[in-house]
């Protein structure tokens, strides 16, 4: 079983900037394609970004493309994802995801995709 764990949320306010991290015990890491999702409240998750097993390719939802970069470091089996010029829709749970199935960069934005999945990590920004 692969646990992921996603930490670095927390209240913000608009314009700021946040980094969520996510880090498993399981590897090899770098057999992963690697996702981040989120979940508002009453909403449906949606995809916000995706990489590459290397890190070479990424994928962005075009709601976050110009403000946030997703990013991995496989020798410390951790993903991360900068966010900055934060915004009140942002707000939401965020998730990261891992699949080995996954095969190429577009892929990556579909949430079937993904068989582990971490707890989650709320952001809060305020207006």
């Known amino acids: 079983q692969v646990q992921l764990v996603e930490s670095g949320g927390g209240s913000v306010q608009a314009g700021d900037s946040l980094r969520l991290s996510c880090v498993t015990s399981?590897?090899?890491?770098?057999?992963?394609?690697l996702g981040w999702f989120r979940q508002a409240p009453g909403k449906e998750r949606e995809f916000v970004a995706g990489?590459?097993?290397?890190?070479?390719?990424?994928n962005y939802a075009d709601s976050v493309k110009d403000r946030c970069t997703i990013s991995r470091e496989n020798y410390k089996n951790a993903l991360y994802l900068q966010m900055d010029s934060q915004k009140p829709q942002d707000t939401a749970d965020y998730y990261c995801?891992?699949?080995?199935?996954?095969?190429?960069?577009?892929?990556?934005?579909?949430?079937?995709?993904?068989?582990?999945w971490g707890q989650g990590t709320q952001v809060i920004v305020s207006s």
């Open positions: 995801a891992a699949t080995r199935t996954i095969q190429t960069v577009p892929a990556t934005q579909s949430s079937a995709a993904y068989a582990y």
């Open positions: 399981r590897g090899p890491f770098s057999t992963f394609a």
């Open positions: 990489i590459s097993r290397a890190g070479s390719g990424t």
